[in-house]
């Protein structure tokens, strides 16, 4: 239960090192989103319901590798909407793994992964991320399109046997069952894959359904559950820490720390996370210094109450095993507790309420592309 050693080895590196440089917050992963344009249109996504002028911006190569330079975090998932829809994308990561030498997660629904797999190269340090939210009627009830899991299926069996890494990744909803759950994680298991990513959903603002997100007691319970099942000696692989698996169990009270997932999109830097957006900044440098991180957090904000999705969390538990190895190697060895008591949760009573501010940064990004398209306007008739 545990991330692909030679990347363990990598990150556990990367984290020591900034330990012994003293460093509070540093990144892990880059969430690097070079557009919000999806070929699907799935219930739980608080990604792709922006004006078609947003829909249509991209980042470009150059601003995909400033980022990740800025940034400097060693592992760089790429998400979207859907990236493969990004013309430029093959060179972005080809130049990520070379030139920068970052490990990357690229997530995709996996309906274009055939067409485009061939303008991808199999690397140690290249992982196709296929997202897969259960077995074929849960998967295509989640993304709302019948037919999409067996085509993600096929493309997993492809990926695999042209030699690429592969992973899935998957968010739980109210509602799981953890017998079919863990039928599912067998099944990946079974198609070859390389790792499992987990995580609850989080009840995006943006999100069409509202309904269907879990709290954080029916997350533990959950994955109490499913994991209840793990111990019976099934072998699954996870591309998470053991610590993070164990929080989500709840045998951890980890405080955020969104700063180890900074979030890069067609915005700018998102503050203070990869799940709120709640202003951005210009640089990495100035998300980092100006961001007021202690406004943020489960018991710190209303909006942060049931949030316990892996990347607010896993920099945490990365932290917390750095910090006590003796401790993580115990949890390693003995399996994640499913029958003790939970640990308490921090308490939500002095949170301050929700502070609605998402469409501020739509209107403004609509401004700068009407006023670039009146100024190229302007530009033409002054040539004619
Ligand atoms: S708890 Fe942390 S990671 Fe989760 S939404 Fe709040 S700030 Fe983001």
Not at 168 to 185: L, M, Q
Not at 236 to 265: E, I, K, V
Request: proline share 5%.
């Amino acid at each position: 239960m545990s991330v692909p050693l030679r990347q363990a080895i990598r990150v556990g590196s990367y984290v020591v090192k900034q330990h012994l440089l003293g460093r509070k917050r540093y990144p892990l992963v880059l969430m690097l989103e070079p557009l919000f344009r999806c070929n699907l249109a799935c219930a739980g996504c608080g990604k792709i319901d922006y004006p078609a002028e947003i829909l249509n911006k991209r980042i470009s190569v150059q601003e995909a590798l400033d980022a990740a330079n800025e940034c400097g975090a060693p592992v760089v998932s790429i998400a979207g909407g859907e990236p493969l829809l990004h013309k430029e994308l093959p060179e972005i990561v080809d130049r990520l793994i070379n030139e920068q030498k970052r490990s990357i997660y690229l997530c995709t629904n996996a309906l274009l992964l055939e067409k485009k797999m061939d303008l991808y190269k199999p690397s140690p340090y290249f992982t196709w991320s296929v997202h897969l939210d259960g077995s074929k009627a849960e998967h295509d009830k989640s993304v709302c399109q019948e037919g999409v899991y067996e085509q993600a299926v096929e493309a997993i069996k492809k990926a695999k046997a042209a030699g690429f890494n592969v992973n899935i990744n998957c968010t739980f909803f109210d509602g799981t069952d953890a017998d079919r759950a863990a039928s599912f994680f067998d099944d990946v298991m079974a198609m070859g894959v390389d790792g499992i990513t987990v995580s609850p959903g989080y009840a995006y603002e943006r999100a069409p359904d509202q309904q269907h997100f879990l709290n954080r007691k029916k997350t533990k319970d959950l994955f109490r559950a499913i994991f209840r099942k793990g111990n019976g000696g099934r072998r699954w692989q996870f591309s998470q820490s053991t610590m993070f698996l164990d929080f989500l169990a709840g045998n951890q009270a980890y405080h955020c720390t969104p700063w180890a997932n900074p979030t890069r999109n067609v915005f700018g830097w998102q503050r203070p996370c990869y799940l709120l957006g709640e202003g951005y900044a210009k640089t990495f440098t100035e998300l980092m210094e100006t961001t007021d991180w202690d406004k943020y957090g489960v018991g710190n904000y209303e909006k942060c109450a049931d949030c316990m999705v892996h990347s607010g969390f896993e920099g945490s538990a990365v932290k917390d095993t750095i910090r006590n190895p003796l401790k993580a190697l115990k949890v390693v060895m003995k399996g994640i507790e499913t029958e003790k008591p939970m640990v308490p949760d921090i308490s939500l009573d002095k949170q301050r309420p929700a502070e609605y501010v998402f469409s501020s940064h739509v209107e403004k990004a609509m401004h700068e592309i009407h006023e670039e398209k009146d100024r190229l306007k302007q530009g033409r008739a002054a040539a004619e």
